[in-house]
T-cell receptor
């Protein structure tokens, strides 16, 4: 069975410092993986996706994530946080043949302080 | 494109009343999803349509919930009768068909049942 674990429920950083949001997955095959962001009172917006091509994936707003099969990880990073990055972030696993059954992580709430 | 459009944005109703949530997917997307988001359970898939046909409704909590998609540009989620435990944010999402096609989410309807 596939699963996804976001290792931190809350992360707090200062503006201008790096961001690291951690995600581990469990799958018997090489899955597709997404990161979504949800700002307050908004729907989820796709940040980036991994689909078995390049292991380092660049997304919108300066975010990127690296797929590491040996570590079963797909951590989200950004070199320098902006105040506007404060939001909730979801790591998502796409089961093979079950793209209608996305598996969402519990979410990581990112706070950015001036 | 205007994205996925949901209405209303907020709905407050009394227990026992009927509630209807509406969704207009992105034009050309042939998959439509209804999700529910709560603090306790996170994001839950309620039902999934493909080409206007309900494919998987195993996530619908009980018979009080029903969903329809009469055409490619409109879907409704109805709760009758509503109960306080139905209070949540309900999201509609659409996607072009395909294993690696991400979902595009609306801004949600925040439902409060008193």
């Amino acid at each position: 069975a596939q699963s996804v674990t976001q290792l931190d429920s809350h992360v707090s950083v200062s503006e201008g410092t790096p961001v690291l949001l951690r995600c581990n997955y469990s799958s018997s095959y090489s899955p597709s993986l997404f990161w979504y962001v949800q700002h307050p009172n908004k729907g989820l917006q796709l940040l980036l996706k991994y689909t078995s091509a390049a292991t380092l994936v660049k997304g919108i707003n300066g975010f990127e994530a690296e797929f590491k099969k040996s570590e079963t990880s797909f951590h989200l990073t950004k070199p320098s946080a902006h105040m506007s990055d404060a939001a909730e972030y979801f790591c998502v696993v796409v089961p093979w043949g079950g793209y209608n059954k996305l598996i969402f992580g519990a979410g990581t709430r990112l706070a950015v302080h001036p | 494109d205007a994205g996925v459009i949901q209405s209303p944005r907020h709905e407050v109703t009394e227990m026992g009343q009927e509630v209807t949530l509406r969704c207009k997917p992105i034009s050309g997307h042939n998959s439509l999803f209804w999700y529910r988001q709560t603090m306790m359970r996170g994001l839950e898939l309620l039902i999934y349509f493909n080409n206007n046909v309900p494919i998987d409704d195993s996530g619908m909590p009980e018979d009080r919930f029903s969903a329809k998609m009469p055409n490619a540009s409109f879907s409704t989620l109805k709760i009758q009768p509503s109960e306080p435990r139905d209070s949540a944010v309900y999201f509609c999402a659409s996607s072009p068909m395909g294993q690696d096609s991400p979902l595009h989410f609306g801004n949600g309807t925040r439902l409060t049942v008193t």
